[in-house]
T-cell receptor, first 116, second 114 residues
Framework: GESVGLHLPTLSVQEGDNSIINCAYS??????FIWYKQESGKGPQFIID?????DKRQGQRVTVLLNKTVKHLSLQIAATQPGDSAVYFC???????????????FGKGTKLSVIP | KAGVTQTPRYLIKTRGQQVTLSCSPI?????VSWYQQTPGQGLQFLFE???????NKGNFPGRFSGRQFSNSRSEMNVSTLELGDSALYLC?????????????FGPGTRLTVL
């Protein structure tokens, strides 16, 4: 079936720099996208979401960009801090005919390591 | 407001056994979704319950089932356990259906099948 993937499995950035985590999706019918952060030993935590009728959405220190033409999603973290170290997942919500229902499909994740 | 709680946090079972996992959503949340997380497959959607009814279902065999009670608490059952069922099982709750709503995840139940 179609799936959400990530361009980079690991990313190391210097504290204070900006981070960009990328995600490619393949289902053109997807109309809702979410970024989650998962710290070791914890469940995923919602960061930001975006609907397909938008190209950009900003939160506190985070920005999500959606490029529907090339089916690409990115998460930008400004002034990256040690507390941002975690695995980041993108997810898309779409209708899967095989299952007959909407479901969230998650990417494999990108591990972000912040160097103090 | 208390977060999503899952019990137990850790479980060890043997092949062929069955297991029941429990999830208590955030107060006021009516939707509970279940996910399986493994290093190889990542996070995979199992099913979603809303107002005691299964609303969405992922591509898992019938050995995986669930239910939701009138207080929105949910249980997930896996019968005839296989080694490949070893995983972190996460539940998430949301106020409405998870299709377009923020989900809040619990810490997960780590299941090991020997």
């Amino acid at each position: 079936g179609e799936s959400v993937g990530l361009h980079l499995p690991t990313l190391s950035v210097q504290e204070g720099d900006n981070s960009i985590i990328n995600c490619a999706y393949s289902n053109s019918a997807s109309d809702y996208f979410i970024w989650y952060k998962q710290e070791s030993g914890k469940g995923p935590q919602f960061i930001i979401d975006i609907r397909s009728n938008m190209d950009k959405r900003q939160g506190q220190r985070v920005t999500v960009l959606l490029n529907k033409t090339v089916k690409h999603l990115s998460l930008q973290i400004a002034a990256t801090q040690p507390g941002d170290s975690a695995v980041y997942f993108c997810a898309e919500n779409s209708l899967y005919s095989g299952a007959g229902s909407y479901q969230l499909t998650f990417g494999k994740g990108t591990k972000l390591s912040v160097i103090p | 407001k208390a977060g999503v709680t899952q019990t137990p946090r850790y479980l060890i079972k043997t092949r062929g056994q069955q297991v029941t996992l429990s999830c208590s959503p955030i107060s006021g949340h009516r939707s509970v979704s279940w996910y399986q997380q493994t290093p190889g497959q990542g996070l995979q959607f199992l099913f979603e319950y809303f107002s005691e009814t299964q609303r969405n279902k992922g591509n898992f065999p019938g050995r995986f089932s669930g239910r939701q009670f009138s207080n929105s608490r949910s249980e997930m059952n896996v019968s005839t356990l296989e080694l490949g069922d070893s995983a972190l099982y996460l539940c998430a709750s949301s106020t409405e259906l998870a299709v377009y709503n923020e989900q809040f995840f619990g810490p997960g139940t780590r299941l090991t099948v020997l």
